[in-house]
């Protein structure tokens, strides 16, 4: 598998949907939204964009399966499987916050081997594929350097729709904004980790998760010399819906601070 070659035409692909969603992002209308639970809202923009993703990937590795956010196809796949959120920010290309991006991460035997993140409004494509560094636009990145909370900023992701831990995540947001130079909540999480993978965020940290959300940008984090964990430590993020992202340096701390305040 020539996963350079692959990660290219995913580029592609992604580039390809990302002209329709900023397209579209140009006429929406509010009245063309759906709700599929408390706050999570959906749109034909979501699921039109999935479904162009879904019909071009599946051209370049036909027996892959998806996991996919708005289940434009559930096929299994024994080797190869294709995460995707077709616009990770929904609630912001709805109100017109421009901060929003489409998410593709290709695992391998239950392993990442691609992953891309492609801000669109920007047009700042963060992508790295087996074997890589990771990228921005060409350029190689890596995570910061920064040792400690007070030279850092975080980024977090409020809860929506699952309040059973509000209590200890204020805390530990009461906590973390007296030591470091802020912290930040875009509304994208596969944002969040690109950023921190080329140095931008120091640590990012979220509970109640999806997969499609963080598939592509923890490899990509990963690739530019941070660290993901869940909430215990392990590698287990995807499947717990929780995350740790930090550059490695910081990692400890942030365990330390979480700790404080949530009993795993």
Known sequence: MDYELLCNKVISIVRLTANFI???????????????GLNDMVSYVDKTAEEKLVLNLEKLLPDAGFLTEEKTSTKKGKTYTWIIDPLDGTTNFIHGIPTFAISVALYEEGKPVIGVVYEINRGEMFYSYKGGPAFLNRKEIHVSVNPDYKSSLLATGFPFYEFDKQPEYLNLLSDLMKKCHGIRRIGAAAVDLAYLACGRFDAYFEYTIQPWDIAAGCFIVEQAGGEVFDFNGQKDYLAKKEIVATNGLLTQALFESINKHFKN
Do not use: C, G, N, P
């Open 22 to 36: 900023r397209k579209e992002a140009l006429q929406f209308d509010l009245d063309k939204i759906e709700y599929k």
